[in-house]
């Protein structure tokens, strides 16, 4: 049973506008949130994580949103690069010791 | 900091043979180490959590015994894929946590391909 989901399997926007990928969780014993990149044959990077006591966390280009109440979490990307071009795993955890639920993944194709 | 390898980074092997996969913390004490496997555009999925000293505790549906996991060391965790067969080919992805953060600082994976 998917706990994290990521509904928009890809993404095309255009460099210099804002990407917006979004996540929807179900288990709400979740506690903290992470964004992760993924390059092909590579593992995750970590990009930006949030606490569920925040609503907001900005990291330079990368922001993420954290609404409890609907259960769902976004990463904004502001401005797009072709370097962001990527897929990106939204990340769960807090439920069972350290372990985390990723969702499916969003790609995202920044284009010149 | 919070760098994480893996090796090999690709392994081709008969079916039958095992093969061992080394994840390696190389900056920090990883408390806790996790094992995932990633098939083509799925997303990754939780094989077996590991802390330094103690056995594996593993997800639904994975066998123990087929997929050895230790984590002798602060640094090293190890996944050895025994009596592999075509079926265990994938993506294996280690990653390492330290005791004072939440993040999963990942390696760059390792493609196993059984023949």
């Known amino acids: 049973d998917q706990q994290v989901k990521q509904n928009s399997p890809s993404l095309s926007v255009q460099e210099g506008r804002i990407s917006i990928l979004n996540c929807d969780y179900t288990?709400?014993?979740?506690?903290?949130f992470l964004w992760y990149k993924k390059y092909p044959a590579e593992g995750p990077t970590f990009l930006i994580s949030i606490s569920s006591i925040k609503d907001k966390n900005e990291d330079g280009r990368f922001t993420v949103f954290l609404n409890k109440s609907a259960k769902h979490l976004s990463l904004h990307i502001v401005p797009s690069q072709p370097g962001d071009s990527a897929v990106y795993f939204c990340a769960a955890g807090g439920d069972s010791g350290y372990a985390l639920n990723f969702g499916k993944g969003t790609s995202l194709l920044v284009t010149p | 900091g919070a760098v994480v390898s893996q090796h090999p980074s690709w392994v081709i092997c008969k079916s039958g043979t095992s093969v061992k996969i080394e994840c390696r913390s190389l900056?920090?004490?990883?408390?806790?180490m996790f094992w995932y496997r990633q098939f083509p555009k799925q997303s990754l999925m939780l094989m077996a959590t590991?802390?330094?000293?103690?056995?594996?505790?593993?997800e639904q549906g994975v066998e123990k015994d087929k997929f050895l996991i230790n984590h002798a060391s602060l640094t090293l965790s190890t996944l050895t894929v025994t009596s592999a067969h075509p079926e265990d080919s994938s993506f294996y992805i280690c990653?390492?946590?330290?005791?004072?953060?939440?993040?999963?600082?990942f390696g760059p994976g390792t493609r196993l391909t059984v023949t």
């Open positions: 900056d920090f004490q990883a408390t806790t």
């Open positions: 990653s390492a946590r330290t005791a004072l953060l939440y993040e999963q600082y």
């Open positions: 590991s802390n330094e000293g103690s056995k594996a505790t593993y």
């Open positions: 288990n709400s014993m979740f506690d903290y």
